[in-house]
């Protein structure tokens, strides 16, 4: 063979066929990026004849006909109709069958549509891919998130075709295991931001409760009692008050599962015993709970930079001068004013800064990069430190305030003591567990110690349930 | 069989001999490396004898005696020389071949590098790896970016073969599928940043005539009309009013091209036409359009936090107090103007906040764990909320500037009014197609209705294209 | 069949059995978690009597017995505990077997417990896996850096097998290569962070030592000569003198190994002589240099930012208008100052700019995403211009100081000038090097060229090692 012939033959075989089940939306985008990549594509269809929308240069023939074309046959129809297909089984056998379906709701079946389809046609080698790739994107084939083709099936070979398909198309495939895991992979397009629930309308709560609070002591109490129209200050002000109470609360919240979750081994002497539902369900969701608190104290530091720049800030100093100036003072330094600013300030900065490290270590491919030790001591160590250097913070800037009179308007105490609560709960406890006794029941209770006498995992078996997730 | 002769076969079973056909730099950084791994290197060479350069341990033979000691061979040559392969077909059967060779420029044969070298050699299993992967990196192997060792081919146990020798070596390893990506690992070597040539070039273009614009209507009109020299202003004071506009700009320049598309496709009537090719490449960049666009936002924000940081501005505040005092008033508080500096100030930081929001889930390991109505939620509906809030926060900060003639200097307008035109095209067409009659006709198309009697995908066939990418 | 048949089919085969051997806390975890996601659980134990312990639903049974019931058997016992498997080895046949263990140290043993089991079971298919999970995430599930399963193994389908039961438990499963990787695998537990320790020590050394000579020249200086208390300026004025020096001298080191080695291959005529080892360790860990230099720069620049909010600055500047005022005269506007403060301002700006462009690069799943082209010219050229930027701020800022005697209190120079030191020394070296005449020689060495005379590779080979990592 001389190369010349040989090059032909490469070009001919991607001139490979595949089939297509179904002349919907999502068939005909597939086949128009098929046909665009080089395969031939050959359409099943009841009706032939009317191939009126199908995409140029594609052929159309009847089911069975087709599928003798092809050894790949993507299934781009419903599964309410897939029964038609267990007619089709002898023409089918040993064909890669791609189920591309996705149902309307999760759970809808007992078992996947890709596992229902390869009990209709078991010689079939059936393999779940495509299905989180939407039609639209598969045309317009710009978005990121769409590039991902998952895949699974049981039979390697088939996937392989698979991925290499995928491949051809320009997007990234990823096996991700046997046709088990097929009814996960048809939940994934239905959820939108599942774990980002709770924590959004946490803070969503938090955001209006605090707002709250913080207008109608300094904003309505304003009007009332000193007749003062406050209103401009909503903007940034309280804004900046709203911020960092909800960022410090949410911080303590991702730490109080874990200690509930402690204290309750502690009390039931084993760790063999099921969690609440809520417990477990919050502390899946830590992570978010995280990633919600360092926005809002983005938000916080960005809004305080930007306080020097404010005209109300600017007209505030120009009188403070200007009155000093006239009553012929000069401004007196007060060095443990400096000492306070100076404290509250470096605490909030630094409580930030660890703040970010651990936002960064909880993008995916940093977190998967470490290994659990290394995961724990940045999530658990130094997120108790940003804790605490936030908590101080607070402290810091509410300095000698709770002692006056004037820091309770209406017996409501200023805002940021309500932001305390939590967090002081969480360092509190914590304190305790960390306790050398406490902390060495703890750890044996962790590798799987019981206490005796409790109930455990194998006596009081009644109400007992296995654990978590 | 006793455990200390076990142990002494495990080591022997890492004596592996590896085969490295081609004396040059990547055939000896490769060589050098596997022996420091424990493998065996055995060199194919014409010129046996000279074998000055070769890695110490490393034996040197002529081609085909080489190829006999080992399963694996390497083919560090160039694809111009692989003709002699042909002749060594016998000895090459059933040999793992990997083929690491670059090409100098993209297509430039009608088929890979490796899919030739199978056609020469058909009895030999071809992998191709290792090509993305530099000589120099293979030797001080510090930078991250080359620990990847893209895989491809079509014989599986052949693939983990190399996989097991990448990771020794101390690389991942990454299947990419069959021979027929080969191509594409071929052409990655060869690029550099091909998706942001456009965006980047932009850039420069709109960055360029801002700041000549700005500084004709600044520093030019102070000289020459007033006879001031502003030009100290240029670093930070006009840099700071260049980059806001930029950003401004390119963030809806990503949102411009899915407008015109939606109109392209109200005008077809179909979604299965072809769009322009410029549109296409202008899709397909949004991305590094919009990432630019955060940095220049980014800019702006740091270089606006630091303004009361500056000389300038210490002086100029300073006179200000100075005049007032000597003038003997009091800094009159104008409520509206505390509004007005609170309003723009917010959504300035709360757009920022959101941008930096879309550009953590551009991130590829975030947008990857996110599914498609996930990511289209966060880039289409937080980023066109983004877009408003920016362009809100321009209109705030020109306020009524507009209707005062200081602000048209030499009947140039204020160049924030510049910055304003295309987000405010992009806003305005976007609320026209969300209005429900529109929104309705869009979204039947894009899920694959076409309008009767327009040129649809089967019929005009001659004019209708296989769409995209 | 009819499809409810099927149906139940489908449900029963997920009822598959799995074994365990060993009744610790990380197998009581494993079946825990294994009851609840539908397997059948059955223990192997030397006393299945004494089965207290183990979660209600397993069943206990005398090892050969269990392994009987089972295709895939996790092996959750100490490797000392290994020898009994041997004479298991008839039912052992064909079994996947799963090492799960971990070692105390690393290296501990001469082959890993995998290779070693394999080698005791000979007929068993044994895979590494769930070694890098901690039995308490097993339980609680949560975290993500948890989630990912490695796994390695030599035969596929065994490896597909546990890859099922990963995903079935809700983990990723990663297959990392065959089964000689496994002693890779099993060292990843026990590593915290060891590229980080260089660059933590480092960072801390000189963190220590400026701190250290700051506090002496400016609070025990002020004290001892001019009697003043200037310790309130430790928490924000010094610390943010301790940062940007610190920032700038590690953002040098991680460009000094570059140049160190250039010069050594300049010197040894060769790329194909090993380095040090300290130089290995050192450009193995630039990276993470790289990322703490960040940090401090991220620091430095919000306690840049926040100096117009604290209370020595207002103080300070009340009391330079308050003084204007009494003595009468205006601030005097100097273009000079103007155009230094503006100077120093954008080169730090633009050069933590690039710095945090540097930031984002070195993320993982970024740095992936580039080929070694791009990942270069980011990583090197983009860099050095940072570290020239930041330089040069350094230099704006200090300005024409080194003139006057006040920045040499007791013969200590101003704390700026310390961290110029490595930086110009960096700068200066790099300059040499991409001189022409200087680069191309660089480049032909590394290119592969060898000076004639100087020890190669293979002439006086006593002393050439085989090169690096």
């Known amino acids: 063979m001389k190369p010349d012939t040989m090059t032909m033959t490469a070009l001919d075989s991607k001139q490979d066929t595949v089939c297509i089940f179904g002349t919907g939306d999502f068939g005909r985008s597939l086949g128009l990026r098929l046909l665009h990549a080089g395969y031939n594509v050959v359409y099943g269809s009841r009706n032939p004849k009317n191939s009126a929308l199908l995409p140029k240069g594609a052929k159309v023939m009847p089911h069975e006909e087709a599928s003798r074309t092809a050894r790949v046959i993507f299934v781009a129809i419903h599964r309410e109709n897939y029964d038609f297909l267990a007619s089709l089984s002898p023409a089918l056998e040993g064909k890669v069958l791609v189920d591309i379906s996705n149902n309307l709701k999760k759970h809808q079946y007992t078992e996947s549509n890709a596992e229902y389809l390869s009990m209709l046609v078991p010689g079939a080698l059936v393999v779940k891919a495509f299905n989180t790739i939407s039609a639209w994107s598969l045309q317009s084939g710009g978005l990121d998130a769409n590039r991902q083709v998952l895949i699974c099936g049981n039979h390697v070979d088939a996937k392989q075709v698979v991925v290499d398909i995928a491949h051809s198309l320009g997007l990234n495939a990823v096996d991700r295991g046997s046709l088990r895991v097929a009814s996960e992979l048809e939940d994934l397009p239905l959820q939108l931001f599942p774990l980002w629930r709770l924590p959004l309308r946490i803070s969503a709560g938090l955001l209006g409760a605090f707002f709250l609070y913080v207008l109608i002591r300094d904003v309505v109490y304003a009007r009332v009692v000193d007749n003062k129209d406050n209103s401009f200050r909503i903007m940034v002000s309280l804004a900046n008050k709203v911020f960092p109470m909800v960022a410090l609360v949410m911080l303590a919240l991702c730490y109080l599962p874990g200690i509930i979750a402690a204290f309750l081994q502690l009390y039931n002497g084993t760790k063999y015993r099921r969690f609440p539902d809520w417990l477990d369900h919050w502390m899946l969701c830590r992570k978010q709970l995280g990633l919600l608190a360092l926005a809002f104290a983005f938000l916080h530091v960005l809004y305080t930079l930007v306080i020097p720049i404010r005209y109300f800030v600017f007209y505030k100093r120009a009188n403070i001068y200007i009155s000093l100036i006239k009553e012929n003072k000069t401004y007196e330094f007060k060095e443990m004013w400096a000492w306070r600013s100076d404290a509250y300030l470096s605490t909030g900065m630094l409580g930030f800064a660890l703040f970010v490290l651990l936002g960064i270590t909880s993008l995916p491919s940093v977190s998967n990069s470490l290994n659990w030790r290394e995961f724990r001591?940045?999530?658990?160590?130094?997120?108790?430190?940003?804790?605490?250097?936030?908590?101080?913070?607070?402290?810091?800037?509410?300095?000698?305030?709770?002692?006056?009179?004037?820091?309770?308007?209406?017996?409501?105490?200023?805002?940021?003591?309500?932001?305390?609560?939590?967090?002081?709960?969480?360092?509190?406890?914590?304190?305790?567990?960390?306790?050398?006794?406490?902390?060495?029941?703890?750890?044996?209770?962790?590798?799987?110690?019981?206490?005796?006498?409790?109930?455990?995992?194998?006596?009081?078996?009644?109400?007992?349930?296995?654990?978590?997730?």
């Open 377 to 469: 001591f940045i999530q658990s160590k130094l997120g108790y430190l940003a804790l605490l250097l936030c908590t101080a913070h607070v402290f810091l800037y509410g300095w000698d305030n709770f002692l006056y009179m004037s820091a309770y308007k209406w017996c409501m105490p200023s805002s940021y003591m309500l932001s305390l609560v939590v967090p002081c709960i969480v360092l509190v406890f914590k304190t305790v567990l960390i306790m050398p006794c406490v902390d060495r029941t703890i750890t044996r209770i962790r590798q799987g110690w019981e206490r005796p006498g409790k109930a455990g995992m194998g006596k009081d078996a009644k109400n007992s349930q296995p654990l978590i997730l």
